[in-house]
Structure formats: structure tokens, C-alpha cells
């Protein structure tokens, strides 16, 4: 009889079929991401969700204690609470507004490349590099009532503005800041959506004689359906989460017509040890970002859907 001889690791793998090596390759890669996402961001959602229905101090020899929707109800039943959730939801939509229609006009203008548009992309991409914190001091030293604008109209004569010194004044003056800090990745994601558009289709519409507000209609803005969904998603969840601008330049302030639900959770609740409201708190923020999500995707989805008929 002849001699069997012993299995070695490259036969055994190599009597496997292909579908399983590649299966297991593809797994193996896959794994590692998976792991590292359910530790960053799964882990703790599911904790928030745990914490937001007990009322603990965040002390290791304090057990959590179930209290059911309390929290919740205490946010809800809360006048400030309830001021705080309306400043948000203007600070994400009125934001989300403004930063696009920024972006996309700017955009149109600075889509052909030359040496002044690219210049221009990137003054315009710079505020974005500033750290938040930075950009609020920043405009608390022009916007200020000590700042530069109100001097300046000092020494001419009139009268200085309460650019965050009035509660109406001080939200909408927020509001500018954070678009500016803002619009500049929005910026880059409509150049790139623009380079995108079918240049046949453009040419197309020219020699029919459309003019370029018709053009836009009809072949641009379908052709940037998912960069526009995409671009208004990400400002929106940005502007939920607003919270350095807010600690740098209002601190919350006058009077809390500028306190966010982010800010409320890291600057007041968390330092209170009041984990449980915070949680709660942090729990409606992540609802209202997969509303927004949601929101978004379902009103943008006859314009995705003419895009590609285009396409």
C-alpha cells in the first residue's frame, strides 16, 4: 500500500470551494468595521435608551433606579425644556435652508474652473477648517457689544446693535454664524454634484433655446437630487447638534433664546449629574435626526426618481 500522505493547510484550503474562501474573506474584513461601530456608536445609543428610564447620578456605587417615562414627561412638562426644543428645530431648518441655498448658489457661480473659482472654493471652504469653539469667540469679537461692528458705529454716530444682547437678535445672529461656519462642505458636495450633470443634456437645452433658469428646472436641479439629499441631511443633523458655536458665543444666552438641546444636555443636565434627563434628552435629539433623515429622503424621492429618468 502506498503512503497517505499527512493534509496540509494548502490542501485543506484548497479543497474548499471558492463561493466559502471568498465568503470568508469578505467576512473577515467585514468583522472588524462591524465591531468597531457596534462599540462607538451602537453600545452607547442602546445605553442612552437604558439610562433616559432611571434616575441615576453616574456615581459607580449608585445602582440606576427605573422610573419609567418620567424624564420624559418632566421634559415635556417643562416650559424651558419646551423653549429649548423650539430653538432647536429653528436652528435645523432655518439653518439647513439657509446653508444650502447658500452653497448651491455659490456653486453655480464657482463651477468653472479658473484660477479666480479656485481661489474662491477655497476662501470659501476656509471657515469650515476653524474649529467651532474658535469661530464662536471669533464672532463674539465682531458681533459683540464691545465687539468691532459696534464700535464702529459708535464712532460714527449711531447707535450699536444688540446683535447678542437681544434674545430675537441673538438667535438669528447664531444662526448666520453657524451657516457661515457651515457651507463651505456643502459647497464642495454641489461643485461635485454639478460636475455630475450630463453635458449633452446642458447642450441639449441650449439648442432648444432654453434660457439658464430653465435650464436649472429642467435638467440641473433633477440631476443634483441625490447630492441635494444628501447635502441637506448632514447640515441638518449638524445643526441639531449645534453646541460649541453656542458655548463660545452666547454661552445659551440672553435669557436662553439660544440654548440648544445639545447644549442643554453637555452644559447643563450632564454637569447636574442628572443622567437620566440627559439621556432622555440625547435619546429625542436621535429621534429627531432620523425624522429629519427620513423627512428629507421621502420628499426628495420623485426628484431622485426624475434625475435617473434624465440619466
Same mark, same amino acid.
Given at each position: 500500500?502506498?503512503?497517505?500522505?499527512? %493534509?496540509?493547510?494548502?490542501?485543506?484550503?484548497?479543497? =474548499?470551494?471558492? /463561493?466559502?474562501?471568498?465568503?470568508?474573506?469578505?467576512?473577515?474584513?467585514? !468583522?472588524?468595521?462591524?465591531?468597531?461601530?457596534?462599540? %462607538?456608536?451602537?453600545?452607547?445609543?442602546?445605553? @442612552?435608551?437604558?439610562?433616559?428610564?432611571?434616575?441615576?447620578?453616574?456615581?459607580?456605587?449608585?445602582?440606576?433606579?427605573?422610573?419609567?417615562?418620567?424624564?420624559?414627561?418632566?421634559?415635556?412638562?417643562?416650559? $424651558?425644556?419646551?423653549?429649548?426644543?423650539?430653538?432647536?428645530?429653528?436652528?435645523?431648518?432655518?439653518?439647513?435652508?439657509?446653508?444650502?441655498?447658500?452653497?448651491?448658489?455659490?456653486?453655480?457661480?464657482?463651477?468653472?474652473?479658473?484660477? #479666480?473659482?479656485? #481661489?474662491?472654493?477655497?476662501?470659501?471652504?476656509?471657515?469650515?477648517?476653524?474649529?467651532? %469653539?474658535?469661530? *464662536?469667540?471669533?464672532?463674539?469679537?465682531?458681533?459683540?457689544?464691545? /465687539?468691532?461692528?459696534?464700535?464702529?458705529?459708535?464712532?460714527?454716530?449711531? $447707535?450699536?446693535?444688540?446683535?447678542?444682547?437681544?434674545?430675537?437678535?441673538?438667535?438669528?445672529?447664531?444662526?448666520?454664524?453657524?451657516?457661515?461656519?457651515?457651507?463651505?462642505?456643502? %459647497?464642495?458636495?454641489?461643485?461635485?454634484?454639478?460636475?455630475?450633470?450630463?453635458?449633452?443634456?446642458?447642450?441639449?437645452?441650449?439648442?432648444?433655446? @432654453?434660457?439658464?433658469?430653465?435650464?436649472?428646472?429642467?435638467?440641473?436641479?433633477?440631476?443634483?437630487?441625490?447630492?441635494?439629499?444628501? @447635502?441637506?441631511?448632514?447640515? /441638518?443633523?449638524?445643526?441639531?447638534?449645534?453646541? $460649541?458655536?453656542? !458655548?463660545?458665543?452666547? /454661552?445659551?444666552?440672553?435669557? *436662553?433664546?439660544? =440654548?440648544?438641546?445639545?447644549?442643554?444636555? &453637555?452644559?447643563?443636565?450632564?454637569?447636574?449629574?442628572?443622567?437620566?434627563?440627559?439621556?432622555?434628552?440625547?435619546?429625542?435629539?436621535?429621534?429627531?435626526?432620523?425624522? &429629519? @433623515?427620513?423627512?428629507?429622503?421621502?420628499?426628495?424621492?420623485?426628484?431622485?426618481?426624475?434625475?435617473?429618468?434624465?440619466?
Amino acid at each position: 500500500m502506498g503512503r497517505r500522505e499527512p %493534509l496540509t493547510m494548502e490542501r485543506t484550503a484548497a479543497s =474548499k470551494p471558492r /463561493g466559502w474562501r471568498d465568503l470568508g474573506a469578505r467576512v473577515s474584513m467585514v !468583522v472588524p468595521a462591524v465591531l468597531i461601530y457596534a462599540a %462607538l456608536l451602537v453600545v452607547p445609543v442602546i445605553y @442612552a435608551f437604558y439610562y433616559s428610564f432611571t434616575e441615576y447620578n453616574g456615581f459607580p456605587n449608585r445602582v440606576p433606579e427605573f422610573v419609567g417615562l418620567d424624564n420624559y414627561r418632566s421634559i415635556f412638562e417643562s416650559d $424651558d425644556m419646551t423653549g429649548t426644543m423650539v430653538v432647536t428645530a429653528v436652528v435645523a431648518v432655518v439653518g439647513a435652508v439657509a446653508v444650502n441655498l447658500a452653497a448651491l448658489g455659490l456653486a453655480l457661480l464657482l463651477q468653472r474652473t479658473n484660477r #479666480f473659482n479656485t #481661489f474662491g472654493r477655497v476662501v470659501m471652504f476656509y471657515p469650515h477648517v476653524l474649529s467651532a %469653539l474658535v469661530v *464662536g469667540f471669533l464672532w463674539q469679537a465682531i458681533l459683540g457689544p464691545q /465687539g468691532v461692528v459696534n464700535t464702529m458705529l459708535e464712532k460714527v454716530g449711531t $447707535d450699536s446693535l444688540p446683535f447678542l444682547s437681544d434674545p430675537d437678535w441673538a438667535l438669528w445672529s447664531m444662526i448666520l454664524v453657524i451657516v457661515w461656519s457651515l457651507f463651505g462642505v456643502q %459647497l464642495i458636495l454641489y461643485l461635485a454634484g454639478l460636475q455630475a450633470v450630463p453635458a449633452d443634456l446642458l447642450e441639449a437645452a441650449r439648442i432648444d433655446g @432654453a434660457n439658464r433658469w430653465q435650464t436649472f428646472r429642467a435638467v440641473t436641479w433633477p440631476s443634483l437630487a441625490s447630492t441635494v439629499t444628501v @447635502a441637506v441631511i448632514t447640515s /441638518g443633523i449638524s445643526l441639531l447638534k449645534t453646541y $460649541d458655536v453656542v !458655548v463660545s458665543l452666547t /454661552g445659551g444666552g440672553p435669557a *436662553g433664546s439660544t =440654548k440648544t438641546l445639545a447644549y442643554s444636555i &453637555l452644559a447643563v443636565s450632564f454637569p447636574q449629574r442628572d443622567i437620566g434627563v440627559a439621556s432622555a434628552q440625547a435619546v429625542l435629539l436621535i429621534v429627531a435626526a432620523a425624522v &429629519l @433623515a427620513i423627512t428629507v429622503l421621502v420628499l426628495r424621492r420623485r426628484a431622485e426618481d426624475d434625475a435617473e429618468s434624465i440619466g
